[in-house]
T-cell receptor
Framework: GEDVEQSLFLSVREGDSSVINCTYT??????LYWYKQEPGAGLQLLTY?????DMKQDQRLTVLLNKKDKHLSLRIADTQTGDSAIYFC????????????FGTGTKLQVIP | DTEVTQTPKHLVMGMTNKKSLKCEQHMGHRAMYWYKQKAKKPPELMFVYSYEKLSINESVPSRFSPECPNSSLLNLHLHALQPEDSALYLC??????????????FGDGTRLSIL
Protein backbone atom coordinates (compact mmCIF):
# COMPACT_ATOMS: atom_id res chain seq x y z
CA GLY A 1 0.00 0.00 0.00
CA GLU A 2 0.91 3.64 -0.17
CA ASP A 3 2.70 5.35 2.71
CA VAL A 4 3.12 9.07 3.14
CA GLU A 5 5.52 10.10 5.88
CA GLN A 6 6.10 13.44 7.57
CA SER A 7 8.05 14.58 10.60
CA LEU A 8 5.74 15.09 13.55
CA PHE A 9 6.78 18.50 14.78
CA LEU A 10 8.49 21.71 13.62
CA SER A 11 9.14 24.84 15.65
CA VAL A 12 10.21 28.14 14.05
CA ARG A 13 10.50 31.75 15.09
CA GLU A 14 8.10 34.32 13.70
CA GLY A 15 9.53 35.87 10.54
CA ASP A 16 11.72 32.89 9.69
CA SER A 17 11.02 30.44 6.88
CA SER A 18 9.44 27.06 7.62
CA VAL A 19 10.10 23.96 5.55
CA ILE A 20 7.81 20.98 5.99
CA ASN A 21 8.88 17.76 4.32
CA CYS A 22 6.97 14.76 3.05
CA THR A 23 7.99 11.48 1.45
CA TYR A 24 5.68 9.17 -0.43
CA THR A 25 6.02 5.74 -1.95
CA UNK A 26 3.51 5.55 -4.81
CA UNK A 27 5.40 6.45 -7.97
CA UNK A 28 2.15 6.68 -9.92
CA UNK A 29 0.94 9.69 -7.91
CA UNK A 30 -0.57 12.31 -10.14
CA UNK A 31 -1.44 15.15 -7.78
CA LEU A 32 0.18 16.05 -4.47
CA TYR A 33 -1.50 18.40 -2.03
CA TRP A 34 -0.82 20.42 1.07
CA TYR A 35 -3.63 20.93 3.59
CA LYS A 36 -3.63 23.04 6.76
CA GLN A 37 -5.71 22.14 9.81
CA GLU A 38 -6.14 24.60 12.65
CA PRO A 39 -7.43 23.39 16.04
CA GLY A 40 -11.11 22.48 15.93
CA ALA A 41 -11.38 23.08 12.19
CA GLY A 42 -11.51 21.08 9.00
CA LEU A 43 -8.79 20.81 6.39
CA GLN A 44 -8.00 23.89 4.33
CA LEU A 45 -6.48 23.27 0.90
CA LEU A 46 -3.33 25.39 0.66
CA THR A 47 -1.87 24.38 -2.67
CA TYR A 48 -1.29 21.42 -4.94
CA UNK A 49 1.14 20.37 -7.62
CA UNK A 50 0.84 18.07 -10.59
CA UNK A 51 3.46 15.35 -10.79
CA UNK A 52 4.98 16.67 -14.04
CA UNK A 53 5.96 19.90 -12.27
CA ASP A 54 8.90 20.39 -9.95
CA MET A 55 8.00 23.70 -8.36
CA LYS A 56 4.98 25.87 -7.69
CA GLN A 57 4.94 29.24 -5.95
CA ASP A 58 1.89 30.95 -4.51
CA GLN A 59 2.58 34.11 -2.48
CA ARG A 60 4.41 32.97 0.70
CA LEU A 61 4.13 29.30 -0.21
CA THR A 62 6.61 27.37 -2.36
CA VAL A 63 6.13 23.70 -3.17
CA LEU A 64 9.07 21.64 -4.39
CA LEU A 65 8.67 18.17 -5.84
CA ASN A 66 11.53 15.73 -6.37
CA LYS A 67 9.83 12.91 -8.20
CA LYS A 68 12.98 10.79 -8.40
CA ASP A 69 13.31 10.75 -4.61
CA LYS A 70 9.52 10.89 -4.03
CA HIS A 71 10.02 13.94 -1.85
CA LEU A 72 7.67 16.89 -1.49
CA SER A 73 8.28 20.02 0.56
CA LEU A 74 6.32 23.10 1.55
CA ARG A 75 8.23 26.29 2.31
CA ILE A 76 6.40 29.08 4.12
CA ALA A 77 8.23 32.39 3.89
CA ASP A 78 8.01 34.97 6.69
CA THR A 79 6.17 32.56 8.98
CA GLN A 80 3.47 34.16 11.12
CA THR A 81 1.77 33.04 14.35
CA GLY A 82 -1.37 32.42 12.29
CA ASP A 83 0.52 29.72 10.42
CA SER A 84 0.58 27.56 13.56
CA ALA A 85 -1.39 24.45 12.64
CA ILE A 86 -1.03 20.86 11.52
CA TYR A 87 0.02 20.47 7.89
CA PHE A 88 -0.87 17.34 5.93
CA CYS A 89 0.60 16.37 2.61
CA UNK A 90 -1.56 14.09 0.49
CA UNK A 91 -1.34 12.23 -2.78
CA UNK A 92 -3.76 10.94 -5.36
CA UNK A 93 -2.56 7.83 -7.14
CA UNK A 94 -3.10 7.39 -10.83
CA UNK A 95 -6.39 5.70 -11.60
CA UNK A 96 -7.65 6.13 -8.05
CA UNK A 97 -8.41 9.78 -8.15
CA UNK A 98 -11.10 9.54 -5.55
CA UNK A 99 -8.81 7.99 -2.95
CA UNK A 100 -6.46 10.45 -1.34
CA UNK A 101 -3.72 9.17 0.93
CA PHE A 102 -2.83 11.61 3.69
CA GLY A 103 0.51 11.93 5.40
CA THR A 104 0.89 11.63 9.14
CA GLY A 105 0.79 15.40 9.61
CA THR A 106 3.37 17.93 10.87
CA LYS A 107 2.52 20.22 13.73
CA LEU A 108 4.04 23.66 13.09
CA GLN A 109 4.60 25.83 16.15
CA VAL A 110 5.49 29.47 15.51
CA ILE A 111 7.24 31.22 18.38
CA PRO A 112 6.58 34.97 18.61
CA ASP B 1 -15.52 30.27 5.85
CA THR B 2 -15.58 27.02 3.91
CA GLU B 3 -17.68 26.23 0.85
CA VAL B 4 -18.64 22.87 2.33
CA THR B 5 -21.08 23.27 5.22
CA GLN B 6 -21.51 20.62 7.88
CA THR B 7 -24.15 20.44 10.59
CA PRO B 8 -24.22 20.10 13.49
CA LYS B 9 -20.79 21.31 14.60
CA HIS B 10 -20.97 19.23 17.77
CA LEU B 11 -23.06 16.18 18.62
CA VAL B 12 -23.28 14.17 21.82
CA MET B 13 -25.30 10.98 21.67
CA GLY B 14 -25.88 7.79 23.59
CA MET B 15 -25.15 4.38 22.17
CA THR B 16 -28.84 3.67 21.55
CA ASN B 17 -29.64 6.95 19.79
CA LYS B 18 -30.20 7.55 16.09
CA LYS B 19 -28.85 10.77 14.64
CA SER B 20 -27.71 12.15 11.29
CA LEU B 21 -24.81 14.29 10.15
CA LYS B 22 -25.43 16.62 7.21
CA CYS B 23 -23.17 18.09 4.56
CA GLU B 24 -23.97 20.58 1.81
CA GLN B 25 -21.95 22.09 -1.02
CA HIS B 26 -22.94 24.46 -3.82
CA MET B 27 -19.77 24.31 -5.91
CA GLY B 28 -21.33 21.96 -8.45
CA HIS B 29 -19.05 19.14 -7.37
CA ARG B 30 -20.22 15.64 -8.29
CA ALA B 31 -18.07 13.65 -5.85
CA MET B 32 -18.64 13.79 -2.09
CA TYR B 33 -16.79 12.07 0.72
CA TRP B 34 -17.05 11.16 4.39
CA TYR B 35 -13.90 10.92 6.50
CA LYS B 36 -13.32 10.04 10.14
CA GLN B 37 -10.49 11.76 11.99
CA LYS B 38 -9.21 10.82 15.42
CA ALA B 39 -7.13 13.26 17.45
CA LYS B 40 -3.61 13.86 16.13
CA LYS B 41 -4.21 11.51 13.17
CA PRO B 42 -4.85 12.08 9.46
CA PRO B 43 -8.38 11.68 8.10
CA GLU B 44 -9.47 8.16 7.18
CA LEU B 45 -11.74 7.69 4.19
CA MET B 46 -15.12 6.11 4.92
CA PHE B 47 -17.34 6.58 1.86
CA VAL B 48 -17.23 8.15 -1.60
CA TYR B 49 -20.25 9.13 -3.69
CA SER B 50 -19.74 9.88 -7.35
CA TYR B 51 -22.66 11.31 -9.33
CA GLU B 52 -24.93 10.50 -6.39
CA LYS B 53 -23.99 6.81 -6.39
CA LEU B 54 -21.92 5.07 -3.72
CA SER B 55 -18.60 4.20 -5.35
CA ILE B 56 -16.35 3.44 -2.39
CA ASN B 57 -17.15 1.94 1.02
CA GLU B 58 -13.98 1.39 3.01
CA SER B 59 -15.41 -1.56 4.96
CA VAL B 60 -17.24 0.76 7.32
CA PRO B 61 -19.48 -0.90 9.96
CA SER B 62 -23.18 -0.89 9.12
CA ARG B 63 -23.97 1.35 12.08
CA PHE B 64 -22.83 4.12 9.72
CA SER B 65 -25.21 4.56 6.77
CA PRO B 66 -24.49 7.17 4.10
CA GLU B 67 -27.09 8.78 1.87
CA CYS B 68 -26.77 11.19 -1.06
CA PRO B 69 -30.25 12.66 -1.75
CA ASN B 70 -28.98 14.95 -4.52
CA SER B 71 -25.78 16.35 -5.95
CA SER B 72 -25.47 19.03 -3.23
CA LEU B 73 -26.28 17.01 -0.12
CA LEU B 74 -24.62 14.17 1.73
CA ASN B 75 -25.90 12.62 4.94
CA LEU B 76 -24.41 10.14 7.38
CA HIS B 77 -26.98 8.27 9.46
CA LEU B 78 -25.76 6.98 12.80
CA HIS B 79 -27.27 4.18 14.88
CA ALA B 80 -26.04 2.13 17.82
CA LEU B 81 -22.59 3.72 17.82
CA GLN B 82 -19.77 2.69 20.12
CA PRO B 83 -17.55 4.94 22.28
CA GLU B 84 -14.64 4.34 19.87
CA ASP B 85 -16.69 6.05 17.15
CA SER B 86 -16.13 9.38 18.91
CA ALA B 87 -14.16 11.48 16.43
CA LEU B 88 -14.28 14.44 14.06
CA TYR B 89 -16.33 13.54 10.97
CA LEU B 90 -15.32 15.47 7.89
CA CYS B 91 -17.19 15.90 4.64
CA UNK B 92 -15.42 16.82 1.41
CA UNK B 93 -16.32 17.38 -2.21
CA UNK B 94 -14.49 17.50 -5.52
CA UNK B 95 -15.10 17.64 -9.23
CA UNK B 96 -14.04 14.37 -10.88
CA UNK B 97 -14.47 15.50 -14.45
CA UNK B 98 -12.38 15.02 -17.59
CA UNK B 99 -9.80 12.79 -15.95
CA UNK B 100 -8.51 15.64 -13.84
CA UNK B 101 -7.90 14.84 -10.21
CA UNK B 102 -9.41 17.97 -8.75
CA UNK B 103 -8.55 18.64 -5.11
CA UNK B 104 -11.01 17.86 -2.37
CA UNK B 105 -12.52 20.74 -0.42
CA PHE B 106 -13.37 20.04 3.20
CA GLY B 107 -15.97 21.25 5.64
CA ASP B 108 -15.16 22.13 9.25
CA GLY B 109 -16.48 18.80 10.48
CA THR B 110 -18.85 17.52 13.14
CA ARG B 111 -17.27 16.70 16.49
CA LEU B 112 -19.09 13.54 17.63
CA SER B 113 -18.98 12.22 21.20
CA ILE B 114 -20.57 8.88 22.12
CA LEU B 115 -21.49 8.42 25.76
Amino acid sequence: GEDVEQSLFLSVREGDSSVINCTYTDSSSTYLYWYKQEPGAGLQLLTYIFSNMDMKQDQRLTVLLNKKDKHLSLRIADTQTGDSAIYFCAETPSGGYQKVTFGTGTKLQVIP
Amino acid sequence: DTEVTQTPKHLVMGMTNKKSLKCEQHMGHRAMYWYKQKAKKPPELMFVYSYEKLSINESVPSRFSPECPNSSLLNLHLHALQPEDSALYLCASSQPDRGNNQPQHFGDGTRLSIL
